[in-house]
């Protein structure tokens, strides 16, 4: 029953969700956005040690966004049970569920989802939300993601007519939030829909079987793993007809929308922009627009110096405040994005949210070669999966250096571990590449090193890259 009220109350924020941008003027919105914040504010300091002493001397019944302090990673992990409101939770309790196998999919002390994120710096991040704020999540994304397929013919067709059936390609081997969002849905909704996870570690031969067995007409995954399974599709080997795709976690390129539209004919593809921290924040209208949604998150445009950006001008980060979790305040949190905000620009769809373009591009997908010639593509997720799995491992980097060559860089978290995790790294490279077809037509060479730079034109570090061309048919 309890998941019966869960479902309804993620159908009721999806209603509110899609009037607001149908109907609400920008205005509405701004107000909407100003008496959620200070209402956040003010329950932090109220309730969360840590902002208590991070605001004090600061007069928060009259709030000036940008007087306040900035939250990181690292200051949020120093602090992690000092950063909630509600006591009786310790750090201890908390990285001891995240690094349990077993727990993986389940609710933390059965009333929290808790998600986790590690960065170019090897820094885990833990992140808990309540039950209900996580269905609230789930009802703006589910409203804002699919906006004008909500029609009375779709929900006839795929309710009445057949069930739809969703594939999520998600890497599920811990508490991601991709996989937590496919996972942590009111079991109800699984009687209205067929919602599989496929997991993305898996040999790419082994998905295309899946799918090709559940002929999805939904599919989410990263927009690299998109652009793979177009390849698989125009290689012949992957024989399903999508109708809708999404993608998160990483931004499109051109050329994955110009061989997934190449590969699936009539397909439409919606981007999204959210992260462990905060979910919902942007999604793409019919118009190619990626509006934020400005009810239920702030994003700040600003510059190294913290200094807000004008519109049009690229950011050098982003700070985030989450408007819904307020069990682990995220206020003016700090993620390295670069970003460009137009709060003014007017969208053909009517939205009254600003506009946001994500910049660049920090992973690439690996083509590589068989030993009869053929190009098999391997996105970079499962290979972030892959080195996620090593403890120890403080950073890395992997370079597609030439056709088939493979550089693995990393720093352990303390040297004495090297030749461990060296032995590690090429165990698991060797038992991820013996279930492919290049298994014998690979070299990877592994480097201990001692500082993984992040290139001037990046914001981010680029832990996984090709310097190989992708091949001319895919260009």
């Known amino acids: 029953m309890k998941s019966f009220f869960q479902l309804i109350l993620m159908f009721i924020i999806a209603t509110v969700a899609r009037v607001r941008e149908r109907y609400f003027s920008r205005d509405?919105?701004?107000?909407?956005?100003?008496?959620?914040?200070?209402?956040?504010?003010?329950?932090?300091?109220?309730?969360?040690?840590?902002?208590?002493?991070l605001y004090e001397g600061i007069d928060i019944d009259n709030l000036d966004l940008q007087r306040l302090p900035i939250v990181n990673k690292e200051y949020l992990l120093r602090h992690l049970s000092e950063s909630l409101t509600v006591r009786g939770i310790t750090k201890d309790d908390i990285v001891l569920f995240a690094h349990d196998p077993d727990s993986v999919g389940r609710y933390f002390k059965n009333k929290y989802v808790l998600s986790t994120?590690?960065?170019t710096t090897g820094i885990i991040g833990y992140f808990l939300i309540e039950q209900w704020q996580w269905i609230v999540q789930k009802g703006v994304e589910f409203a804002r993601l699919l906006k004008h397929r909500l029609s009375f013919h779709y929900i006839f067709k795929?309710?009445?007519?057949?069930?739809?059936?969703?594939?999520?390609?998600?890497?599920?081997?811990?508490?991601?939030?991709?996989?937590?969002?496919?996972?942590?849905?009111?079991?109800?909704?699984f009687y209205l829909s067929d919602i599989r996870i496929f997991s993305i570690t898996n040999p790419m031969n082994r998905i295309v079987e899946q799918?090709?067995?559940?002929?999805?007409?939904?599919?989410?995954?990263?927009?690299?793993?998109?652009?793979?399974?177009?390849?698989?599709?125009?290689?012949?080997?992957?024989?399903?007809?999508?109708?809708f795709m999404s993608s998160g976690s990483e931004p499109f390129s051109d050329r994955a929308?110009?061989?997934?539209?190449?590969?699936?004919?009539?397909?439409?593809v919606v981007e999204t922009y959210g992260t462990t921290e905060a979910v919902v924040l942007a999604n793409q209208c019919k118009h190619g627009k990626m509006h934020i949604n400005e009810d239920y998150v702030v994003i700040e445009a600003v510059d190294d110096d913290n200094k807000p950006v004008p519109d049009g001008v690229a950011s050098k980060k982003v700070l985030i405040t989450n408007l819904i979790n307020k069990l682990q305040p995220l206020i003016r949190y700090?993620?390295?994005?670069?970003?460009?905000?137009?709060?003014?620009?007017k969208c053909e769809c009517g939205s009254p949210f600003a506009t946001i373009e994500i910049q660049g591009r920090s992973d690439d997908t690996f083509y590589l070669m068989t030993k009869d010639g053929h190009f098999r593509a391997f996105p970079p997720i499962p290979f972030e999966a892959l080195f996620l799995r090593i403890k120890g491992l403080r950073q890395y980097q992997l370079i597609h250096e030439d056709q088939n060559h493979l550089i693995v860089r990393y720093i352990a978290q303390d040297s004495k571990e090297n030749d461990r995790i060296e032995n590690e790294i090429r165990t698991r490279f060797k038992e991820f590449f013996d279930?492919?077809?290049?298994?014998?037509?690979?070299?990877?060479t592994i480097e201990e090193s001692g500082e993984i730079t992040r290139p001037p034109t990046h914001q981010k570090v680029r832990q996984i890259f090709s310097k190989v061309k992708p091949p001319p048919n895919i260009v």
Not at 162 to 186: D, F, N, Q
Not at 435 to 444: F, G, L, P
């Open 334 to 345: 700090e993620l390295r994005d670069s970003v460009i905000i137009d709060h003014n620009y």
């Open 211 to 243: 799918l090709n067995e559940f002929k999805p007409h939904y599919v989410h995954s990263y927009p690299t793993f998109l652009e793979a399974l177009a390849y698989e599709k125009l290689a012949g080997r992957l024989n399903i007809d999508v109708d």
């Open 435 to 444: 279930s492919t077809d290049v298994k014998d037509n690979i070299t990877i």
């Open 158 to 189: 795929y309710t009445v007519k057949t069930k739809l059936r969703w594939a999520m390609i998600v890497a599920s081997e811990g508490h991601y939030i991709t996989y937590l969002i496919a996972r942590l849905t009111p079991k109800q909704a």
């Open 117 to 119: 994120t590690s960065g």
């Open 28 to 53: 509405r919105i701004k107000k909407i956005q100003s008496k959620k914040l200070n209402s956040l504010v003010r329950y932090a300091y109220k309730k969360s040690p840590m902002y208590r002493k």
């Open 257 to 268: 929308r110009d061989i997934i539209k190449k590969a699936f004919k009539d397909v439409e």
